[in-house]
């Protein structure tokens, strides 16, 4: 299916910045213990689809780098922050990748999954980058936060990026901003599956 013309266009900063800002409002659970896994998978494993992204430690210095620090799971309910410092955390993750009934949507997909399996070995399977599919309709811009002001009508704060992942007990800025990134790019899918832009 063509992209709609009002969408085949490019984005000024501009304009992003002009948007209303939106971020996650709904539950948010991190999932920091074994305790923790219970619940969320019961909820995780029962969708076909989940928005995912993952958040890493900024490296400043020449050769430094760290391995994902949170992997962020939204479902039609609820987002779910993984603190895959964990093995047993890390593994419950790798389950819900390889599950095939759950498209795992997101953005720069292969960048993310590479970093993981850095922690944690798994066969990824229902992968949806939604970014690759927007340059497959012509798109130029295909990050998470231009994307969303194209087919949302909403701007993400990117203001957090850059905070330690890796600390034990996250801010509550850093949980609405991993939650935000995750709950988006499900949104994206699932408006770009009404324009029949999924495949």
């Given at each position: 299916m063509a992209l709609p013309p009002e969408l085949h266009r490019h984005v000024s900063r501009d304009e992003i910045n002009a948007l209303p800002i939106r971020r996650y409002e709904g539950p948010v659970h991190v999932i920091a213990a074994p305790g923790d896994l219970a619940p969320a998978m019961d909820d995780i494993l029962q969708e076909t689809l989940v928005?995912?992204?993952?958040?890493?430690?900024?490296?400043?210095?020449?050769?430094?780098s760290y391995p994902p620090s949170l992997a962020q799971v939204a479902t039609a309910r609820a987002v779910y922050l993984f603190q895959?410092?964990?093995?047993?955390?890390?593994?419950a993750v790798a389950r819900m990748l390889s599950?095939?009934?759950?498209?795992?949507?997101?953005?720069?997909m292969a960048d993310d999954l590479k970093s993981l399996k850095k922690v944690v070995a798994f066969h990824e399977k229902s992968i949806a980058d939604v970014g690759m599919l927007a340059q497959r309709?012509?798109?130029?811009?295909s990050g998470v936060r231009n994307l969303s002001g194209l087919?949302?009508?909403?701007?993400?704060?990117?203001?957090?990026?850059?905070?330690?992942?890796?600390?034990?007990?996250?801010?509550?800025?850093q949980i609405v901003y991993?939650?935000?990134?995750a709950w988006a790019c499900r949104e994206l899918y699932l408006k770009f599956r009404e324009l029949g832009l999924t495949t």
């Open positions: 928005g995912f992204d993952t958040e890493t430690r900024p490296a400043f210095r020449p050769g430094e895959v410092q964990r093995a047993d955390i890390a593994a599950e095939e009934h759950i498209v795992k949507a997101g953005v720069g309709h012509g798109l130029k811009q087919f949302l009508g909403f701007r993400i704060p990117k203001g957090t990026k850059t905070s330690n992942w890796a600390r034990h007990t996250l801010t509550e800025q991993a939650a935000t990134d």
